[in-house]
């Protein structure tokens, strides 16, 4: 009896987790312009500003998440750099009062479409 563990073949280096990590790898070039391309697109998004720190406040921290991308043959696609902010270490309340996540439940929309078509057939039987 055979078991497969993995797919992919496996790659000459580990993926790093720090942005520190990824500077002593061979490909370091490859991750510095990704992390480089990711800090762009905040730029041109105007994901944040930057402000002085208001009295007794301190900055949430944040954390490089780095991946090789691969395409369906298995060959090279890309260096992904994602920077995200170290939310975890906020307190309701205190850090913020309220958060507000848009998303919708399959059911509803489900039913919104079901009576939206009810509406349409309808008003298309009436003379």
Same mark, same amino acid.
Not at 21 to 26: D, G, I, M
Not at 85 to 105: I, N, W
């Given at each position: 009896?055979?078991? %497969?563990?993995?797919? +992919? &073949?496996?790659?000459?280096?580990? +993926?790093?987790?720090? !942005? ?7 490909? *370091?070039? #490859? ?5 480089? =391309? =990711?800090?762009? *697109?905040?730029? #041109?998004?105007?994901? %944040? =500003?930057?402000? +002085?720190? &208001? ?7 944040? $954390?490089? /998440?780095?991946? @090789?991308? !691969?395409? *369906? ?9 994602? #920077? @995200?902010?170290?939310? !975890?270490?906020?307190?309701?309340? /205190?850090?913020?009062? =309220?958060? /507000?996540?848009?998303? @919708?439940? !399959?059911?509803?929309? $489900?039913? @919104?479409? +079901?009576? $939206? ?7 298309? *039987?009436?003379?």
């Amino acid at each position: 009896m055979t078991l %497969w563990t993995s797919c +992919k &073949p496996m790659q000459p280096t580990a +993926k790093p987790m720090t !942005y520190r990590q990824s500077q002593h790898h061979s490909d *370091a070039d #490859l991750w510095h312009k990704a992390c480089q =391309e =990711e800090m762009e *697109a905040h730029s #041109l998004n105007g994901t %944040w =500003e930057i402000i +002085k720190m &208001p009295p007794g406040k301190c900055a949430i921290g944040s $954390r490089w /998440f780095l991946k @090789v991308k !691969y395409n *369906a043959d298995d060959s090279l696609d890309r260096y992904k750099a994602r #920077l @995200v902010a170290k939310g !975890y270490s906020q307190y309701p309340g /205190f850090d913020y009062k =309220e958060t /507000f996540a848009p998303t @919708v439940r !399959y059911s509803t929309i $489900r039913i @919104v479409l +079901k009576r $939206r078509s009810t509406c349409t057939t309808q008003k298309s *039987a009436k003379p």
